[in-house]
């Protein structure tokens, strides 16, 4: 079957560093995609990562290990505006999107 | 227009009513997509499209239909709408289907 997790809810302090994980279980592998959604509003592509390894790009970074069906966005220097939902996106071999529930961020001052 | 645009907002619909959502991109994007989100679970594909004239099925078609009759029109159709059918529709598009996909503002559809 297919399966992603995340987890539910996390909270973080302004300024500071939060790391989110996704772990998944796909019948096929094609690449892994974060998204960032804003409540009542679409999501937002982040990052992508289809090779082992960090990929960085400003506050935001994100990692995967395939052999161990693993990916996190870390955010850095967190600002109040980063309370959102991050979506955790697989891609299968048919080039379809297997979404996680979503981690909802809540930043406190 | 700019990006994906989706109408209506919102809809209060009577079960039992035909209802369309419509979608339409400017990108001159090949691929579009269908989501429902609903609280506690991840977004689930509806239908999808990879080019004009060629349409599929995700994970939860049933009660849906769609149609791809141009690059830039995409509309969803409730043939006869149940209250199961009551969540967030979001639109999406991507220049091809392995590419990250844009998505639109949704729609909030509740079906009493």
């Known amino acids: 079957g297919q399966n992603i997790d995340q987890p539910t809810e996390m909270t973080a302090t302004e300024g500071a560093i939060v790391q989110i994980n996704c772990t998944y279980q796909t019948s096929g592998f094609n690449g892994l995609f974060w998204y960032q959604q804003h409540a009542g509003e679409a999501p937002t592509f982040l990052s992508y990562?289809?090779l082992d390894g960090l990929e960085e790009k400003g506050r935001f970074s994100s990692f995967l290990s395939r052999s161990k069906g693993y990916s996190y966005l870390l955010l850095k220097e967190l600002q109040m505006k980063d309370s959102a939902s991050y979506l955790c996106?697989?891609?299968?071999?048919?080039?379809?999107?297997?979404w996680g529930a979503g981690t909802k961020l809540i930043i406190k001052p | 227009i700019a990006g994906i645009t989706q109408a209506p907002t919102s809809q209060i619909l009577a079960a039992g009513r035909r209802m369309t959502l419509r979608c339409t991109q400017d990108m001159r994007h090949n691929a579009m997509y269908w989501y429902r989100q609903d609280l506690g679970l991840g977004l689930r594909l509806i239908h999808y499209?990879?080019?004009?004239?060629?349409?599929g099925k995700g994970e939860v078609p049933d009660g849906y239909s769609v149609s791809r009759a141009n690059t830039d029109d995409f509309p969803l159709t409730l043939a006869s709408a149940v209250p199961s059918q009551t969540s967030v529709y979001f639109c999406a598009s991507s220049d091809r289907e392995y590419n990250e996909q844009f998505f639109g503002p949704g729609t909030r559809l509740t079906v009493l």
């Open positions: 499209s990879n080019t004009a004239g060629t349409t």
């Open positions: 990562n289809v």
């Open positions: 996106a697989v891609r299968d071999l048919n080039y379809q999107l297997i």
